[in-house]
């Protein structure tokens, strides 16, 4: 049996832990403040202390710093209903055992409680240097990403985050860099997608003078300038295949051959990489290798399309428009802009969002911005529309599935054919609307130019 302190000026968390903890076979204090629970700490300390961030007077934050000072050692779960970026990743390095978002779930709670009171380490150690939030977001989501970023940022995993375009998913990259004991090494951002084929190897790799036509001075890559820091690779789908192994070779042994050379550079690196594919049904299809997507998926993050936290949305245009530097600026979102703001998709995500503030915000010049400065929604499809157009997909996709799975001369290749099918008539359509432009048709499809490029060639279409 332990004894555990639950500090939480809420009577009935107090009351639903305190009985939680009993039902654990526990003895439980309860103190309404962290002025209270500190004198409990220094009477009796106790083995565990279940404490509340947001508290009248000395906030838990501040109270766990004055319980390590006072050398207590148990495990101090942390918990709060207004989880942020700087509050999750404080909670991490101030030694918090675990980070709880209320409300709770129950079963997390037990099991948070379990692991402290068994002294099994905590989910995240390491300290770090102090930081500021940066990402802006309070729904339950957003507070849940925080926390993801915090541990990853305290750990050395690698981490994968996945999301569709525009979700954030460098700006969290960045994060968890800035948040890292490794925060003033260089972080090397590498849009895969944006190499081209025939430098990507010296690019990554670096060369030697005179390697190849062209090479006319010896170059360190950019795994080479990662180097002690962290290395972010953008559409990591798009990595070439020949180019995996050397990739994988280089994280597990820490250095790189550069293009030509003869001798190895050092290149340790955390890498990072972003990807709005399904990476392990590509590793499935034979297109990703399985060594290397385990290697960078140690700590998988993903982040929610800004439709599914529309109760962000208010809180980012308020933020994009505080960006501004113009001194004009408008003052106000009209409610009824807001309500607008809230009502669309944004396929595109916050980066849309961003976009649309920008724009109404140079036809507002001052004063409030009304509806009628919005750009016009972008042409995808509504969500009834969409609904319908998913289950005529799904219906022909099932049917056509059932075929070649059934054709014994597809054996092999049906994930392959089935795609292929559907993305050459998609990419011919997304060509001949834009006038057989890559870039805006690139941009519609939310690919990049040269994915474009390179599947268009796949497919025997002109570009
Ligand atoms: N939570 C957020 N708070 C503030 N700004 C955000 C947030 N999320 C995204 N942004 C902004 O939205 C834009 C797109 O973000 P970012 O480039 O990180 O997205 P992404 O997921 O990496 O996109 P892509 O997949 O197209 O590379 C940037 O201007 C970024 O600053």
Request: aromatic fraction near 4%; glycine fraction near 6%; include cysteine.
């Amino acid at each position: 049996m332990a004894n555990v302190l639950v500090i939480d000026d809420e009577q009935s968390i107090c009351w639903g832990l305190k009985r939680l903890c009993e039902g654990l076979g526990h003895s439980v204090t309860t103190a309404p403040s962290a002025e209270e629970g500190l004198r409990v700490v220094k009477a009796l300390p106790p083995d565990l202390v279940l404490l509340d961030v947001r508290l009248p007077g000395v906030d838990g934050l501040t109270a766990m710093e004055r319980m390590k000072a006072l050398a207590f050692e148990a495990p101090i779960i942390v918990m709060t209903a207004f989880g942020d970026m700087k509050t999750a990743v404080a909670a991490v390095q101030g030694g918090a055992f675990e980070y709880l978002l209320k409300p709770f779930d129950l079963a997390e709670v037990r099991s948070a409680i379990t692991r402290a009171l068994r002294s099994e380490p905590p989910s995240a150690a390491t300290p770090a240097p102090s930081l500021h939030g940066e990402m802006i977001g309070d729904t339950a989501e957003m507070q849940a990403l925080f926390k993801q970023i915090a541990l990853a940022a305290s750990a050395r995993a690698n981490v994968m985050l996945q999301g569709e375009s525009g979700v954030g998913k460098e700006l969290a990259a960045r994060a968890v860099h800035r948040h890292s004991a490794n925060s003033s090494a260089p972080f090397v951002a590498v849009n895969v997608a944006a190499l081209s084929p025939t430098v990507a190897e010296s690019e990554l790799f670096g060369h030697v003078d005179g390697s190849f036509t062209g090479a006319s001075r010896t170059r360190a890559g950019l795994l080479a300038r990662a180097h002690g820091g962290t290395l972010f690779l953008d559409e990591a789908g798009d990595i070439p295949m020949p180019l995996q192994v050397k990739l994988l070779r280089a994280i597990e042994e820490g250095e790189v051959l550069p293009v030509g050379a003869d001798r190895t550079t050092p290149a340790r690196f955390r890498v990072i990489t972003a990807t709005h594919q399904d990476l392990l049904s590509q590793v499935q299809a034979g297109e990703f290798r399985h060594d290397l997507y385990f290697r960078i998926s140690a700590f998988q993050i993903a982040i929610p399309p800004l439709r599914e936290r529309a109760d962000d949305i208010p809180l980012l245009a308020q933020h994009f428009l505080s960006l501004s530097e113009s001194s004009e600026k408008p003052i106000a979102l009209a409610s009824e802009t807001l309500a607008e703001l809230k009502r669309r998709p944004w396929r595109g995500n916050v980066r849309e969002l961003r976009n649309a503030i920008e724009h109404a915000q140079v036809l507002a010049r001052s004063g409030t911005i009304l509806p009628e400065h919005l750009p016009a929604p972008q042409p995808w499809l509504g969500a009834a529309e969409a609904e319908t157009a998913d289950a005529r997909l799904s219906d022909v996709s099932v049917r056509r599935a059932e075929e070649l799975l059934d054709d014994p001369e597809a054996f092999g290749t049906v994930y392959s054919r089935l795609l292929g099918e559907v993305e050459g008539p998609l990419l011919a359509r997304a060509m001949a609307k834009y006038d057989n432009e890559c870039a805006p048709a690139a941009r519609a499809l939310g690919l990049h130019r040269t994915t474009l490029k390179r599947k268009l060639t796949e497919h025997g279409q002109q570009s």
